[in-house]
């Protein structure tokens, strides 16, 4: 008897301290970035590049689609652009500094990007050539990686 309670105290101790190693790692982040640096794991920039995945395969999909007519279209476009530069501005932190340093490298550019593709698709008539180059930007960024 004697021995299970021993070893029930030492697994009641280990889980103590990886408890405590967890939310001390949190605490410690606080202090060793500057107030300015915005942390972003792993996996929240993995679900924000699926949600920019998603919403740059329709805009692909608007401006491939000839069928739609042109004010519906354009409308829809340039919602899906504004919503892409929404998450891309996630992406990018803001005008924080991040530990994404391969995204901070070119996801201003992309901002840019998408800026000058809405503001070509909310010309009469609309130019949506701006709007299909922004499709490629994903295989430029990823191919140099």
Same mark, same amino acid.
């Given at each position: ?7 029930? /105290?030492?697994?009641?101790? &280990?889980?103590? #301290?990886?408890?405590s ?5 949190? +605490?410690?982040r606080? $202090? ?34 000839v ?11 340039? /919602?899906?652009?504004?919503? &892409?530069q929404? #998450? ?8 924080? +500094?991040t530990?994404? $340093?391969?995204?901070s ?41």
């Amino acid at each position: 008897m004697n021995v299970f309670v021993k070893l029930t /105290s030492y697994k009641v101790l &280990l889980a103590v #301290i990886i408890f405590s190693s967890i939310t001390a790692c949190a +605490q410690i982040r606080k $202090l060793t970035y500057p107030e300015d640096f915005n942390y972003q794991d792993k996996a929240q920039v993995e679900k924000l590049m699926r949600s920019m995945g998603k919403s740059i395969e329709r805009v692909n999909q608007l401006v491939s689609d000839v069928s739609r007519s042109s004010n519906n279209k354009q409308q829809q476009v340039v /919602s899906e652009l504004i919503e &892409l530069q929404s #998450i891309a501005s996630s992406l990018s932190g803001g005008h924080e +500094q991040t530990n994404q $340093l391969f995204i901070s490298d070119h996801i201003e550019q992309f901002i840019s990007d998408i800026s000058t593709a809405m503001m070509f698709a909310k010309t009469n008539p609309p130019d949506y050539s701006k709007a299909g180059e922004i499709t490629n930007s994903c295989q430029e960024c990823h191919q140099s990686r």
